[in-house]
């Protein structure tokens, strides 16, 4: 299963530093996007996807230049960048870096970047988690020269994509040509980034096994964490769990609990590759398997506090579980 990072996140430095660098004031975008003027001060201000959206778009507005999404990303201090990001300056080589970025990236935004095989080349995709709309044209770009500096600053050679696909009527402007150094193909389907298979083994200048070594593991344990956190099947057996002894839980219910309408829970279990039945019945395996520990509870108890009508129901469905009965498995576990 995929996991969703909650669609709560703190906006990062660098993305007001970029603002200033195309000559924008943090507090006037702000204001275009009607949010609080006083959000890039704080520590703890949180925007939601629908939020961080509305900035980029107000940023759109208010500087007119076709470029300044990559004005941006060139102009920034990498310092800036959160541990989860940075990780990748100093990976073995590009396709490292990529893959680094790619498996972290959702420590800090709920977004997704996928990398794709294709023969010998990768073709390299973002998909933000809670996006109701497709994501402003300048936040492509900065996302899209993200990576593009990832390998063009710690190789020392100037990358040329493949060929890179906007879903973004024509521009006129050339600015993307002159960038990308390729041919750009407008109106497509999907924003993707094609990388040549040769320049994603080019060894990175600025590796560092140490570092890497430092930074690894508690980034690795850290996304285990949000993982669990951010699961909605974890979610909705943990709903479900608390649910069952009053009976079976309803989808409206679970809904409700989870503070999302039925259609967005249905699809977003759907996204996970999972379903409510799936899901209603591992939390009964796992909460039936708690219960059983319990020496004094009796199986009959067990099978209520499951939702189920009668024992013989329970019985059937956990020999279908744990391929033996309640008593017998309590008495393995024993």
Not at 75 to 87: C, I, K, T, Y
Not at 311 to 329: H, V
Request: glycine share 8%; net charge neutral.
């Amino acid at each position: 299963m995929t996991h969703s990072p909650p669609d709560k996140f703190k906006i990062l430095r660098i993305t007001w530093r970029g603002m200033e660098a195309i000559g924008l004031s943090p507090a006037v975008v702000l204001r275009q996007a009607r949010l609080p003027a006083t959000l890039h001060l704080g520590e703890g201000g949180l925007v939601t996807t629908a939020q961080y959206f509305a900035l980029m778009r107000a940023a759109e507005e208010l500087c007119t230049d076709p470029g300044a999404g990559f004005t941006a990303v060139m102009r920034n201090d990498p310092s800036l960048l959160p541990p989860s990001n940075l990780v990748a300056y100093y990976a073995r080589d590009y396709r490292d870096g990529l893959a680094r970025t790619a498996r972290f990236k959702s420590l800090f935004v709920p977004e997704r970047i996928d990398n794709v095989p294709d023969g010998d080349d990768w073709i390299i995709s973002a998909k933000w988690f809670y996006a109701a709309e497709s994501e402003p044209p300048i936040l492509t770009d900065i996302t899209f020269a993200a990576l593009m500096e990832l390998g063009r600053r710690n190789t020392g050679v100037q990358i040329v994509p493949r060929r890179v696909e906007l879903e973004r009527p024509e521009d006129k402007s050339g600015v993307h040509e002159n960038y990308f150094g390729c041919p750009i193909r407008f109106g497509a389907p999907r924003n993707i980034l094609v990388l040549k298979g040769e320049d994603l083994d080019r060894p990175f200048r600025s590796h560092n096994p140490e570092l890497l070594d430092m930074l690894s593991p508690a980034l690795a344990a850290a996304l285990a964490e949000l993982t669990a956190q951010g699961s909605i099947g974890e979610q909705v057996k943990a709903v479900m769990k608390k649910m069952l002894p009053s009976g079976r839980p309803e989808l409206r219910d679970v809904a409700r609990e989870l503070g999302m309408s039925e259609r967005t829970l249905q699809r977003r279990v759907a996204e996970e590759g999972g379903s409510l039945r799936q899901l209603l019945s591992e939390a009964r395996q796992e909460l039936g398997r708690q219960l059983l520990l319990e020496p004094a509870m009796d199986i009959g108890e067990v099978a209520y506090l499951l939702g189920f009508g009668d024992s013989n129901s329970f019985y059937r469905a956990f020999r279908a579980w744990e391929g033996t009965t309640p008593a017998r498995w309590r008495q393995l576990q024993s």
